[in-house]
């Protein structure tokens, strides 16, 4: 089992190209099922996510090669709709893959994707938008078959929450529907803007990716395309989080500044100095960072959940309180056990924690729990006097591409042993 082992306290500097996001890679990976055609991917991060879903497009029947940051899927030799338990447990978020089969086969057939370490994760909303478009869904012991034999027809979906898998998946479906679809209450990630791009450079027409109201007008039948994916702006907050807990100054190339909004305002208010110039951010901490009040994680453009656990470690030595509200996730503090065993001081009470900042962390042995828990523990290790060990690699190899090798071109000790 691989660990790392991370030398606190020493100050970053330089600069470092953040990786393709892997929350845009997914989605879009899933709707090249529609084209029947090759697509080229450029950007595309080499993760064990990337991996999941290349093996799930592999059994489907695709052809895909991956080299060097640039994937390529011909969907043509797609011949099945039903994706196995043992794929379906590889990839937490293979629900995506749900709207993309249905569409081009007629039918789909998974089991429920399951909880996973930071809640439920129902679909309800994912399986209700395809239903209200004309699929018919049964649930057979825990394996749920979708049918579609007239195709899927247009329709006014609202979300009563903007899930981002949710408008992914009626957005792919929705291209090649009969007839025009309206969601209302849609999510406005950039990575949802990122998928209307390649949709419609796929020849899909699709407008409002963004803002709360989406509108896809079906077409007939979409091509294969080249894309070049955004860059990850919770791996860009995650580095930010890092030159701010172990201190120096760190340029960030890139990155979309727009994508960041809800980020940069906390670090700034931490007492970090952030200049942007076109597609570079310089982050620069040279005292001790001061809490931020509050950090309420929010749909986007508000401040991302997936940002919170990276965040929270940051703030774990600075002056004052601060409190944080995860809105979002129901269990998504299973950082804060290991942040403890580091000397902090912070309190959860459902989905509030207050974080009380203190003078030092010290280095321990600790565990990951989840994906950006393990990115939490790796920016206090960072900022921690001696030796912090960190097990659970699985999990942060599924969204963060080489993050030792990064941070040790910066002036981390950060080894993979
Ligand atoms: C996406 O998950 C991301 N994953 C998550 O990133 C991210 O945290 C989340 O969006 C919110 O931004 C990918 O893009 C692969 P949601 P998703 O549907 O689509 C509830 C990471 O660390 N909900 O917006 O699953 C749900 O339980 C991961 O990279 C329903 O109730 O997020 C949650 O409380 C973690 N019913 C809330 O909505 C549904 O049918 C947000 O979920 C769907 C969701």
Redesign the pocket.
């Known amino acids: 089992m691989s660990r790392l082992v991370i030398d606190g306290m020493k100050r970053l500097r330089g600069e470092t190209t953040i990786q393709g996001s892997?929350?845009s890679a997914?989605p879009i990976l899933a709707a090249t099922l529609l084209c029947g055609d090759e697509s080229v991917l450029f950007n595309c991060p080499d993760l064990l996510d990337v991996a999941g879903s290349i093996n799930i497009l592999r059994y489907l029947g695709c052809d895909v090669d991956f080299s060097d940051g640039t994937l390529t899927c011909n969907s043509r030799g797609l011949d099945r709709s039903h994706i196995p338990d043992s794929l379906m447990r590889e990839m937490r978020?293979s629900i995506?893959f749900l709207g993309a089969l249905l569409a081009r086969t007629g039918s789909a057939s998974m089991c429920f994707p399951g909880g996973c370490e930071?809640?439920?994760?129902?679909?309800?909303?994912?399986l209700n938008a395809l239903s209200e478009m004309g699929a018919v869904i049964e649930n057979d012991h825990g394996v749920f078959q979708c049918h579609a034999p007239d195709g899927l027809n247009g329709a006014k979906i609202a979300l009563s929450?903007p899930?981002?898998?949710?408008t992914e998946n009626i957005m792919i479906c929705a291209s090649i529907a009969d007839g025009t679809t309206v969601i209302t209450n849609a999510?406005r990630?950039p990575?949802i803007c990122d998928l209307a791009d390649y949709l419609n450079s796929c020849g899909a027409r699709i407008s409002g990716a963004g803002e709360g109201t989406v509108v896809i007008d079906g077409v007939e039948k979409l091509h294969g395309t080249h894309h070049a994916i955004i860059p990850d702006r919770?791996v860009a907050s995650t580095v930010m989080a890092a030159c701010a807990s172990a201190g120096g100054k760190v340029c960030l190339n890139g990155i979309i500044p727009s994508h960041l909004g809800g980020v940069i305002s906390v670090v700034e208010e931490s007492g970090c100095d952030i200049s942007i110039e076109n597609n570079t951010l310089t982050v620069a901490s040279n005292k001790r960072l001061i809490a931020p009040r509050v950090v309420r994680t929010m749909p986007y453009p508000g401040f991302?959940?997936?940002a919170q656990a990276p965040i929270m470690a940051m703030t774990a030595k600075s002056k004052g309180t601060a409190l944080f509200i995860e809105n979002?996730?129901?269990n998504r503090y299973l950082h804060v056990s290991s942040l403890l065993r580091m000397g902090a001081n912070i309190k959860v009470e459902g989905k509030v924690a207050v974080v009380q900042g203190v003078e030092s962390l010290h280095g321990a042995e600790v565990e990951a729990m989840d994906?950006?828990g393990a990115a939490s523990l790796i920016v206090a290790a960072l900022g921690a006097e001696g030796e912090t060990t960190l097990a659970g690699l699985k999990y942060l190899d599924r969204?963060y591409e080489n993050i030792e090798v990064v941070l040790s071109s910066l002036g981390g000790e950060v080894k993979r042993v």
């Open positions: 892997k929350n997914l978020s995506i930071i809640g439920p994760r129902p679909i309800d909303l994912h929450f899930s981002v898998g949710a999510a990630e990575e919770i991302p959940t997936d979002i996730f129901e994906l950006r969204g």
